[in-house]
């Protein structure tokens, strides 16, 4: 049997996703970082980008996330985001005119967060 790490991904309002991965891929502060079942304990904090999960049967789930903390112990890795959406929660043509709406009004924050959606929808 492979090794798998528990992945627990929740957003403020509810658990977005959760179960056996085999990687973990998520922007920090620090960098974009990777982690599978075995890694060194970490405690860090997520910057707004797509975190990429490849699960224990080979699929891969993409969500946005935009900020929050990531943590693993012990193989379980838990990602406390402050919002989080599955790609294919995502309404494409809702992000890409919240980009343009977001470009026009100089709002760096909207901006960053519609492309972290758009990403997460591209990679996924």
Do not use: N, Y
Not at 31 to 46: K, R
Not at 49 to 59: D, H, L, N, Q
Not at 65 to 74: L, N, Q, T
């Amino acid at each position: 049997m492979a090794a798998e790490l528990h992945v627990e991904l929740v957003a403020a309002d509810r658990s977005v996703w959760s179960g056996e991965a085999t990687l973990v891929v998520a922007r920090t502060t620090s960098g974009d970082i990777g982690v599978m079942p075995g890694h060194q304990p970490l405690l860090g904090v997520l910057e707004s980008g797509p975190v990429t999960i490849r699960t224990s049967e080979g699929a891969t789930v993409v969500a946005a996330v935009h900020g929050g903390f990531i943590s693993f112990a012990d193989d379980k890795l838990s990602l406390l985001a402050e919002i989080a959406e599955l790609a294919d929660e995502i309404d494409v043509e809702r992000a890409e005119r919240a980009l343009e709406r977001a470009k026009s009004d100089t709002d760096g924050a909207s901006e960053r967060r519609a492309e972290v959606r758009l990403r997460a929808v591209a990679a996924h």
